[in-house]
């Protein structure tokens, strides 16, 4: 495999922005905020059950292809449901809190370091780019609007437009047939495995997975990248 692809797919959560980052504090900050809505129940036993009633739902493959579609909703519910847990009087606060969350995690992604720079070496280059995103059509495009996205990318798949996400091969063909490159030519980088490495192995492109958390591939992992980098922009060091 040569050092520069014929033609790349780029993922967009945690792999060009860092989607995961600033969850962690924007709950924590939010949480705090309402903490005279609970009626004496500690901030921490209230985040510790968001948390909790979370894990659950997004670990459903169904529940998380629903969910994705309509954050804010599922958010909105699954705060319901901890409030419920711990006996919280919900009347209207638990879309409080998924909307002030919503507010402080927008406020808090930021592209990853020299992943502006990598897009730009590529595009440069000549290199046809695809972005394949899974999530609802609004949240994606404000952010590919908003940091200005749009102009490095010949294709553009965001599964609430598309209708299916990864890891359905649909949306790989798609974007190999928009792009007109050999998949054998094509790198595809993103930071889920299942998604976008499993998939794009088996359709036979060069696949890049970003690990962003330095977290490594589990003991025993059966889904094998052809490389690892922790940042997009090593793909352009020399």
Known sequence: MTTVPQAIFF???DTILDFTGPAGPAWQTTVARFTGDYGGIEPTTVLAAINRVSRVWWSDPDRHRRGRLDLQTTRGRNVGDALAELGIAD???AQRV??????LR???LQLFPGALATLQHF???GVPMALLTNGGSAE???????FKLA?????IIIEGEFGVGKPDESVFHHALEQLGHPVEQTWMVGDNLRWEIEPCRRLGLYTVWVDPRHEG???????????TVHNIHELIEV
């Open 11 to 13: 993922d967009l959560d």
């Open 91 to 93: 009347n209207g606060l």
């Open 98 to 103: 998924a909307d002030t969350f919503a507010r």
């Open 106 to 108: 927008t406020e808090g």
């Open 123 to 125: 595009q440069q280059l």
């Open 140 to 146: 994606q495009r404000h952010k590919i609007d908003h």
């Open 151 to 155: 102009g490095f990318f010949d294709c």
């Open 217 to 227: 591939l589990a003991p025993g992992a059966t889904i094998e990248p052809h490389r």
